[in-house]
């Protein structure tokens, strides 16, 4: 299996024999308090743990079930309290951009742009993305095969983005079913990006409840090993006080005071994995 090229991200590396990285946070912001509260915690344990974090949350989220549904507070409000966290907890940000005039602005504040997954083969995107120089995360589409990831890293390089990320989230089987193929982790390793394994989206079930998004979040943990096992060079973990008050994703959302624990035994299969040289 192909090792992938580190990429930087703040003061670490992202790829083959290092350790694990973790990118979480809350789905869509909500109240600034708790916010930053929620990343001085995630942070702290990453610390603790000697991981590199990630704080991660969107300004506002475009891919909704219902119109009536919370979006967040938008992209000047949303990326002042990004800046605000950021600076507190010592931690660089990620955020979704959604049109391409969005990536400049964004790029003032986040050290990575994430691309969301039905957005992966959007080239404008993918090539404003790439222009501002910053980590580029793309989420692989639910419907797209791991190999053809490869087409939405070249937008970003040719556009002049050198730092890329490719994660997987799960894809469609059957209605609002989501699995994961975790050969999907080795294959686009190949394409020499580090990879970045989503443990909470690829246990949802899109449209479920009527007008939101459901899921097993029980499934989480299991999910986070697995693709950590599988070679995955870092995870991508949505994270929230309450779950279930989250204006967002609630049905899919790891509860805060589970983090500690399931991220040190993910460091662990990390761990492992470079000892074997997977």
Do not use: W
Request: proline share 5%; charged share 20%.
């Amino acid at each position: 299996m192909s090792a992938a090229v580190p990429v930087t991200v703040g003061d670490r590396l992202v790829g083959a024999g290092q350790p694990l990285y973790v990118i979480a946070g809350p789905c869509v912001l909500e109240d600034p308090d708790e916010m930053l509260a929620t990343a001085g915690q995630l942070a702290a344990v990453c610390d603790r743990l000697g991981l590199g974090f990630c704080f991660k949350s969107s300004f506002t989220k475009d891919n909704r079930t219902s119109s009536g549904s919370y979006r967040g507070p938008g992209l000047q409000e949303g990326l002042r309290l990004l800046e605000r966290i950021g600076g507190a907890v010592g931690a660089p940000v990620l955020t979704d951009i959604h049109h391409p005039a969005e990536a400049d602005a964004v790029a003032q504040v986040a050290e990575i742009l994430q691309i969301p997954a039905f957005l992966c083969r959007q080239t404008s995107l993918l090539e404003a993305a790439g222009r501002t120089g910053k980590v580029v995360n793309i989420k692989k589409g639910q419907f797209l095969a791991a190999g053809d990831m490869a087409h939405a890293a070249a937008k970003v390089r040719s556009a002049g983005g050198e730092r890329v990320l490719m994660t997987e989230r799960g894809s469609f089987f059957g209605y609002r079913d989501l699995v994961v193929d975790f050969r999907s982790t080795g294959i686009m390793r190949q394409a020499g990006f580090p990879v970045v394994f989503d443990a909470t989206h690829s246990v949802q079930s899109p449209g479920s409840t009527g007008t939101t998004t459901g899921g097993t979040p029980a499934m989480i943990p299991l999910l986070a090993r697995c693709g950590v096992a599988a070679g995955a060079d870092a995870v991508f973990l949505e994270v929230h006080p309450e779950p279930a008050r989250a204006l967002s994703d609630a049905g899919s959302q790891l509860p805060l005071d589970t983090f500690a624990i399931l991220v040190a035994q993910l460091a662990r299969f990390r761990e492992l994995h470079n000892e074997v040289g997977g």
